[in-house]
């Protein structure tokens, strides 16, 4: 809103027809996200779509995951938002860590039924 020198109002009132046409969506937290014509979107929590590597790419216990630069990347967010997604994997059991600058690997494989 600073960079345009626009009111709250204005830029919410621009997000509102955004929204009606299908270009814009709000997300928790007071925020905006762009639809892309034609990506699917997967909302599902950014954790549920790391643990979802493991099982699409047949990871096996022990097996290395990819670094939270990489996974920052594939996934379009920040690293620190990918770490704090891991370090919730980490402490429900999933992935085992080496500490820090070490490699996390899969402690257990999680079921598919267990994700919806």
């Given at each position: 809103m600073r960079d345009y020198?626009?009111?709250r109002g204005v830029a919410l009132r621009a997000f509102g027809v955004l929204q009606r046409d299908g270009v814009a969506e709000p997300v928790p937290g007071g925020r905006w996200r762009v639809v892309r014509a034609g990506e699917p979107a997967d909302r599902r929590?950014?954790?549920e779509r790391i643990a979802g590597i493991i099982t699409d790419e047949d990871l096996a216990v022990g097996a290395a995951l990819p670094s939270a630069s990489v996974l920052a990347t594939?996934?379009?967010?920040?690293r620190?938002?990918?770490t704090k997604a891991l370090d919730k994997l980490e402490a429900a059991g999933v992935l085992a860590s080496g500490g820090q600058g070490r490699v996390r690997t899969v402690r257990t494989v999680p079921t598919r039924?267990?994700?919806s």
């Amino acid at each position: 809103m600073r960079d345009y020198k626009i009111s709250r109002g204005v830029a919410l009132r621009a997000f509102g027809v955004l929204q009606r046409d299908g270009v814009a969506e709000p997300v928790p937290g007071g925020r905006w996200r762009v639809v892309r014509a034609g990506e699917p979107a997967d909302r599902r929590p950014l954790e549920e779509r790391i643990a979802g590597i493991i099982t699409d790419e047949d990871l096996a216990v022990g097996a290395a995951l990819p670094s939270a630069s990489v996974l920052a990347t594939r996934f379009g967010a920040s690293r620190p938002t990918v770490t704090k997604a891991l370090d919730k994997l980490e402490a429900a059991g999933v992935l085992a860590s080496g500490g820090q600058g070490r490699v996390r690997t899969v402690r257990t494989v999680p079921t598919r039924e267990g994700r919806s």
